[in-house]
């Protein structure tokens, strides 16, 4: 088992993914940012039934990291209540592994 994780969430915009992808690698709260295009969300919103064109983002971070992400990722996401989603990596490619070690930093003050 590794400390790496992978964390979901979903954009309504392709400018917002962007955005917010850019920023957690700016921030060195990701490494990696996947910007997945036409994901169709359908889910239960305030008692109404909804169905969304949505953008899938595949944050490749660490388990330390999860909080910062988490404050992050709230603070410059447009909706009211993020998905943010965090998967364990198990394990994977020592090489990819090493090169996540070397991208990820805890922000200074977090």
């Known amino acids: 088992m590794t400390d790496k994780i992978v964390v979901l969430s979903t954009c309504e915009t392709p400018e917002d993914a962007r955005r917010i992808a850019r920023h957690l690698v700016e921030q060195r709260l990701a490494a990696c940012v996947n910007v997945i295009p036409q994901a169709t969300s359908i889910y239960r919103w305030k008692g ?26 709230a603070r410059v996401h447009p909706y009211e209540i993020p ?24 922000p200074p003050g977090a």
């Not at 990291?65 to 992050?72: K, S």
């Open 48 to 73: 109404e039934i909804q169905e969304a064109p949505e953008l899938l983002l595949i944050i490749k971070s660490s388990r330390p990291l999860l909080a910062a992400l988490q404050r992050e990722l």
């Open 83 to 106: 998905e943010i989603i965090s998967l364990p990596i198990i394990d994977g490619s020592h090489q990819y592994l090493a090169w996540l070690d070397s991208e990820l930093r805890l």
